[in-house]
């Protein structure tokens, strides 16, 4: 995917644009099936709007190229807990709790860098929207985990209901 079609992905993802998720995205994995970032961006993008058939199909793809890819493990796992289906679920939220930790972005390199701007008015909004974007992202990190622990310490004693 170039930088233009990487921009306008970029935008559309802001914008909620489904459509035009769908249709970059779809062009992407046109030109190469195993193309990651277009997987999770679908994955992503069907998550964030209630569409867990969508979100777990793009899901399922992407761990095919990426077997250890904590969001999709974390989309797939939590769409069939969701659903009830805690055979198919249990599995990977094993897997899950195993995942390589997913990198985060250096937020606070690029607060810093954003420092010396922030007085204008645009440019601190961005540079605390970094700020909350990195503890954000960090806490989501932390809460699937404790998530896939204690399903999977649910689902091993069947003893009590779901989580």
Request: hydrophobic fraction near 40%; charged fraction near 25%; charge should be positive.
């Given at each position: 995917m170039n930088v233009r079609k990487m921009l306008a992905l970029s935008r559309a993802v802001g914008r909620n644009d489904i459509e035009k998720v769908q249709s970059l995205c779809n062009a992407a994995l046109a030109a190469n099936r195993h193309d990651l970032m277009?997987?999770?961006?679908l994955a992503d993008?069907?998550?964030r709007n209630q569409n867990p058939q969508g979100a777990l199909t793009a899901a399922l793809k992407a761990l095919e190229v990426e077997p250890s890819e904590f969001y999709a493990l974390r989309i797939v796992a939590g769409v069939y807990a969701e659903r009830g289906e805690h055979d198919s679920a249990y599995p990977y939220a094993r897997r899950l709790m195993g995942a390589d930790?997913?990198?985060?972005p250096p937020t606070k390199t690029i607060s810093r860098f954003l420092a010396p701007f922030a007085w204008l008015p645009r440019i601190r909004?961005?540079?605390e929207r970094v700020g909350r974007d990195g503890t954000e992202t960090r806490s989501s990190h932390t809460e699937w985990l404790q998530w896939a622990s204690g399903y999977v310490a649910w689902y091993e004693s069947r003893s009590q209901s779901a989580p």
């Amino acid at each position: 995917m170039n930088v233009r079609k990487m921009l306008a992905l970029s935008r559309a993802v802001g914008r909620n644009d489904i459509e035009k998720v769908q249709s970059l995205c779809n062009a992407a994995l046109a030109a190469n099936r195993h193309d990651l970032m277009a997987l999770m961006m679908l994955a992503d993008t069907h998550w964030r709007n209630q569409n867990p058939q969508g979100a777990l199909t793009a899901a399922l793809k992407a761990l095919e190229v990426e077997p250890s890819e904590f969001y999709a493990l974390r989309i797939v796992a939590g769409v069939y807990a969701e659903r009830g289906e805690h055979d198919s679920a249990y599995p990977y939220a094993r897997r899950l709790m195993g995942a390589d930790t997913p990198y985060f972005p250096p937020t606070k390199t690029i607060s810093r860098f954003l420092a010396p701007f922030a007085w204008l008015p645009r440019i601190r909004q961005l540079r605390e929207r970094v700020g909350r974007d990195g503890t954000e992202t960090r806490s989501s990190h932390t809460e699937w985990l404790q998530w896939a622990s204690g399903y999977v310490a649910w689902y091993e004693s069947r003893s009590q209901s779901a989580p």
